[in-house]
């Protein structure tokens, strides 16, 4: 089973920057994947970014040039790097876990979520 953590959210005006972070705990046979998703007022929830076991990096187009995913495997954290922010970007940040339980099952975790808000 693993806990997820998130931190690092709060105010900040557009333009700004912010850093989460996502602190995995608990036990598990591996991580397959780690990802960032987001759910803004009246939207549904989307996916920001999205790191692989290999390494592949995704993210969503509204956020490309702006936002940098990166992971520390031997702390079991992952980051999202934000700059540039927009108010478009206010939104509840979750942290999401694929992986591999001591049981070999494959399952998704979910973290609390940690409010961005952008806003002068």
């Known amino acids: 089973q693993v806990q997820l953590v998130e931190s690092g959210g709060g105010l900040v005006q557009p333009g700004g920057s912010l850093r989460l972070s996502c602190a995995a705990s608990g036990s598990w046979f591996s991580i397959n994947a780690m990802r960032w998703y987001r759910r803004a007022p009246g939207k549904e929830r989307e996916l920001v970014a999205a790191?692989?076991?290999?390494?592949?990096?995704t993210y969503a187009d509204s956020v490309k040039g702006r936002f940098t995913i990166s992971r520390d495997n031997a702390k079991n954290t992952v980051y999202l790097q934000m700059n540039s922010l927009k108010p478009e970007d206010t939104a509840v940040y979750y942290c999401?876990?694929?992986?591999?339980?001591?049981?070999?099952?494959?399952?998704?975790?979910w973290g609390q979520g940690t409010q961005v808000t952008v806003s002068s």
């Open positions: 790191i692989a076991r290999s390494g592949a990096i």
């Open positions: 999401n876990t694929q992986a591999y339980d001591t049981d070999y099952t494959l399952r998704s975790y």
